[in-house]
């Protein structure tokens, strides 16, 4: 048994296997899974729009009534946006992020606040190439 569990271990990173699936990503608390959607499609300097469907990790469902901050934050110079991002439930767990301001390009972290009830997590999404 104890030979087994290396190797399943081994498979899991080889095939790119997480725990919230392929295209999400965890919060930091592990509450929630985190799918995202950007327009345009690569970020560029200016204003970008952020798509996140917010799903409860444990059943894979939409999660509602979620109140969710987020910050631009480049972290190589130490250094947020101009603006501040507006953040618009949808429905279904889907949120839209609008008025996501780069200043200039670079790497780029949207870091999140995410409340819901009692419960607070987080998360760090980071781009890695915000262009012109």
């Known amino acids: ?32 899974a985190i799918r995202m959607q950007t327009d345009p499609s690569r970020p560029v300097v200016g204003d970008n729009t952020i798509t996140l469907t917010l799903l409860d990790r444990h059943t894979g469902t939409g999660v509602e009534g979620a109140v969710i901050e987020a910050v631009p934050w480049m972290t190589l110079h130490g250094h ?18 609008t008025e996501v301001y780069f200043t200039m390009e670079g790497e780029w972290d949207l870091l999140l606040d995410i409340r819901k009830g009692g419960r607070k997590d987080a998360a760090v999404l980071t781009f890695k190439k915000v262009t012109p």
Do not use: H, Q
Not at 82 to 89: A, D, F, I, L
């Open 1 to 32: 048994m104890k030979a087994v569990i290396p190797l399943l271990l081994l498979l899991f990173v080889s095939v790119g296997i997480s725990p919230a699936g392929a295209g999400e990503r965890l919060s930091d608390g592990g509450w929630y």
């Open 80 to 97: 947020g946006s101009t603006k501040k991002p507006r953040v618009r439930e949808m429905g279904n767990g889907v949120y839209t992020i």
